[in-house]
């Protein structure tokens, strides 16, 4: 099997086999939430990575996505979130999923409540943060609601969210994740990881342990990793964005609805450097030697056809 990042040459198509058309519009559930089955033709693991060392892990799966927790991982946060979106047809003029606002409270991590039985949910701790931070969520929403309203809701879990600098969360992130919703338009699906980065050795926590609020560390950055097919060929893109709103002049703005064209270039990684700043591997099961295509970082991004575009944050 090939590997190779994103050539200067682009490609238009999509696979009809891969569109979604949606499930039933089920309402968002009033009790603790429900797991939703996997949709059919879905494979979240398949590009999904694995820990370089040893750890006793939680895997948590809702059917909309997959993550990866450990109990031993004191940030509160996943490591991982994994998922496949799919070709979506929307007669909606963003080409947005038609979805439900989130309801409160979010339920705890599952796996992780015996250890902390003793503080207050999660919620409390975000609700006290700091303005300038806010939860923000890995597999988003709108992606979600392409299977189903209920997906969507069930989106808004702790094993999906870390806490965001804000302006990042609703300025260019926002731009990104309508460009990974787009690129499955246009190129029939894609599969994608998202998690933390904690570089510093002395990590920035929300949340007040004297009121026995549950501290949930600040990542230092976050990556995103790309995945699309193209006949026997696979495409990377990698991405490392600074949790911050600083020397970037983008950053500045997350209403995507005034055509805010935002410049990704400047975080385009190898997939190597994203290896290297977690204890992630990527391709774990791929036997040769794959070193230079993990350290190939691309050098431009597919350009999307106006109708497969979605949001208005390109």
Sequence with gaps: MKIFKYSIIAIAIYSTAAIATGQADNECLHELYSVNPNPEGYDHYKYAPQLKIDKEQ??????????????????????????????????????????RHKRLPWPNIKGLDSKRKNHQPLDATYQNAPDKWTV??????????????????????????????KQLYHGIWRGLENYVSSLSNQYGRVWVTTGPIYENKEIEYIGNAENNEQLIGIPDKYFKVII?????????????????????????????????????????????DIEKATDLTFFPNITTDITAVKDEKAQILPTIKNRYKVGYCM
């Design 58 to 99: 939680i895997e948590y799966q809702d059917g909309g996505f997959v993550s990866s927790l450990t109990p031993n991982y004191n940030y509160n946060t996943p490591l991982w979130v994994a998922y496949q979106i799919n070709y979506y047809v929307s007669t909606r003029g963003s080409n947005y999923a038609p979805s």
């Design 136 to 165: 923000g969520l890995f597999a988003p929403r709108g992606d979600m609601s392409r299977h189903s309203k209920a997906y969507g809701c069930n989106a808004h879990v702790y094993a999906n969210a870390a806490p965001f600098n």
């Design 228 to 272: 699309y097919e193209m006949g026997l060929n696979i495409h990377v893109l990698s991405f490392i964005y600074p949790n911050n709103n600083t020397k970037q002049k983008n950053y500045l703005s997350g209403n995507c609805q005034k055509d805010i064209v935002y410049d990704h270039s400047p975080f385009i990684v190898s997939l190597s």
